[in-house]
């Protein structure tokens, strides 16, 4: 089955600097990537997600980068603020309709230092 | 629109007890997909279910079953529970009828098994 090894574990970074995450998976059929942020005691909330037919996506602060050759992808946020401190987790599935089955990474604490 | 709804937030229950949990998925769709969360092991997929069919299914022992009902809404039961079922229990609902739909999460249900 798919294997997503996420790094790194914990993350601390200056309020304003970037922040990257990274992920493998191993599964060369996976074809979608999404991006959960959870905050303490509260639900995964997707953030951001990539498909494999596109190699790069962005959505305001927040990027996301695919490499398929290398089954990798990552997580970029820019101008980081005190609100984007949570755990983050990505995930693969795919490619087959019907499956909705999430493999996640083990998630990255990030902390925004003020 | 109404977001995942999950009932119970919070409970606590003996070994040996079983417990059922419930799920009413985003309005429209028909995959509902759960979850199980811990500090050890991270997210972990159990099941999912689309139009009352068990479609995946995780590496779970058969104590943990589920169903889905004509309305979409789903039910995990988790039987002869043991202290290493305290979790997270998350819910996720998603159109389901394509490869790559996006997955929505619920706050969860919060089970201490002492």
């Known amino acids: 089955g798919e294997n997503v090894e996420q790094h790194p574990s914990t993350l601390s970074v200056q309020e304003g600097d970037s922040a990257v995450i990274k992920c493998t998976y191993s599964?060369?059929?996976?074809?979608?990537f999404p991006w959960y942020k959870q905050e303490l005691g509260k639900r995964p909330q997707l953030i951001i997600d990539?498909?494999?037919?596109?190699g790069e996506k962005k959505d305001q602060r927040i990027a996301v980068t695919l490499n398929k050759t290398a089954k990798h992808f990552s997580l970029h946020i820019t101008e980081t603020q005190p609100e984007d401190s949570a755990v983050y987790f990505c995930?693969?599935?795919?490619?087959?309709?019907?499956?909705?089955?999430?493999?996640f990474g083990t998630g990255t604490r990030l902390t925004i230092i003020p | 629109k109404a977001g995942v709804t999950q009932t119970p937030r919070y409970l606590i229950k003996t070994r040996g007890q079983q417990v059922t949990l419930s799920c009413s998925p985003i309005?429209?769709?028909?995959?509902v997909s759960w979850y199980q969360q811990t500090p050890g092991q991270g997210l972990q997929f159990l099941f999912e279910?689309?139009?009352?069919?068990?479609?995946n299914k995780g590496n779970f022992p058969g104590r943990f079953s589920g169903r889905q009902f004509s309305n979409s809404r789903s039910e995990m039961n988790v039987s002869t529970l043991e202290l290493g079922d305290s979790a997270l229990y998350l819910c996720?609902?998603?159109?389901?009828?394509?490869?790559?739909?996006?997955?929505?999460f619920g706050e969860g249900s919060w089970l201490t098994v002492v």
């Open positions: 996720a609902s998603s159109a389901g009828s394509t490869s790559g739909n996006t997955i929505y």
């Open positions: 599964d060369s059929a996976s074809n979608y």
């Open positions: 990539i498909r494999s037919n596109v």
């Open positions: 995930a693969a599935s795919g490619p087959n309709f019907g499956n909705e089955k999430l493999t």
């Open positions: 309005s429209g769709h028909r995959s």
């Open positions: 279910y689309f139009s009352e069919t068990q479609r």
